[in-house]
């Protein structure tokens, strides 16, 4: 089964993208949520946090996310240690989920495939884009926050110009029927990859 990755930055639209692609019928993944049900359902994860942690790690048995944001947020070590631990099993889960899929192929959306240099789990890459000020004005109606953390976190990420070089489709996310067609075009395309055309 062809494995089809979808990244991009804070605020681009991946999952409103990865919605336009359920509607064609292709499966999607999404590591984020994914990776945030597991770490609230796997005893081992649960376990690693709270040694990495401490006991503040959970709270009523949920993960406590404001407290473990707060301390990774400027600790790339830390940060790295908790990807090591909830990565890995994101991984076989997904893999557990894609053996379930009847699709010609399956999509996973993930924000950091080249920040971990995980290209090669894929067998093409697509990169979603916006405008900074369209990525800035989603998160922050999304999450109520402030241009400042919204620009601190975009200027953690790696640059669209990068991820674009490396990728096999770029969809242009500026406006929702522009969007669609693009969708629609790279699927088109998947689809006769796949059967040899």
Known sequence: ??????????????TTVAG???????????????AKRLMNTSKVIKRKLIA??????????QLNRPFIASKIFND?????????????????????WMKKQESVYVLKEAAIIF?????????????VTASLEQR????IKRDNTTKEKVLDIVSNQ???????????????NDELENTRKQVVSV???????ASGI
């Open 115 to 127: 920040e971990h240099h995980k290209q090669s789990e894929y067998d093409y890459i697509i990169t």
């Open 52 to 61: 990495l942690f401490g006991e503040d790690a959970y709270l009523d048995n």
């Open 158 to 172: 790696m640059a669209d110009e990068e991820k674009i070089k490396q990728s096999d489709f770029v969809i242009v």
């Open 136 to 139: 800035v004005a989603r998160v």
């Open 187 to 193: 699927h088109k395309e998947i689809l006769q990859k």
């Open 76 to 96: 790339a070590a830390l940060l790295k240690q908790m990807n090591a631990i909830v990565h890995p099993k994101v991984g076989k889960d997904f893999i557990r």
């Open 1 to 14: 089964m062809i494995v089809v990755g979808l990244t991009g930055g804070i605020g681009s639209g991946k």
């Open 20 to 34: 336009m692609f359920e509607e064609l019928g292709i499966p999607v993944y999404i590591a984020d949520k994914e």
